[in-house]
């Protein structure tokens, strides 16, 4: 049975520039996606130097596009090998490597056992 997690709904979003639509971040936040856009705008303009907070700023004066991709509870699922994974995280990853192609400004931890979970389970079905 799946172990959940404090705040029961979590949602993946996506920021998206304004006039060619192109996805250029994905996130995720258990809190109203409009309170996590408000939290991105007032970091650019507190001047945090991540590479989309400086995107964010070229925009100005308008905001990047508010997508939401999937709403999800927040659950640890148990793996075969004994370990535990969140559901949460592992949807972020799906959806970063679903627009990974749209140069977006967070990076996929390929590294990670969820990405590479992702691609064999890709492999496989081919």
């Known amino acids: ?4 997690y404090p705040n029961p709904t979590h949602i993946i979003y996506a920021l998206a520039d304004p006039d060619t639509h192109q996805v250029r971040y994905v996130g995720r936040t258990g809190r109203t996606a409009s309170l996590r856009l408000y939290d ?11 590479p989309v907070y400086e995107w964010i700023r070229g925009l100005a004066p308008v905001a990047p596009l508010l997508i939401i991709l999937q709403e999800l509870p927040n659950q640890k699922i148990a793996l075969p090998d004994g370990k535990y994974e969140s559901t949460v995280q592992a949807a972020e990853t799906k959806w ?8 977006l400004f967070n990076q ?7 990405y590479r ?4 389970d890709n492999e496989q079905k081919r």
Do not use: T, W, Y
């Not at 979970?117 to 064999?120: D, F």
């Open 108 to 114: 996929i931890k390929r590294d990670s056992r969820i």
């Open 96 to 103: 970063m490597k679903r627009f990974e192609r749209s140069q």
């Open 40 to 50: 991105h705008l007032k970091a650019a303009a507190r001047g945090c130097s991540s």
């Open 1 to 4: 049975m799946p172990k959940s």
């Open 117 to 120: 979970r992702l691609v064999n």
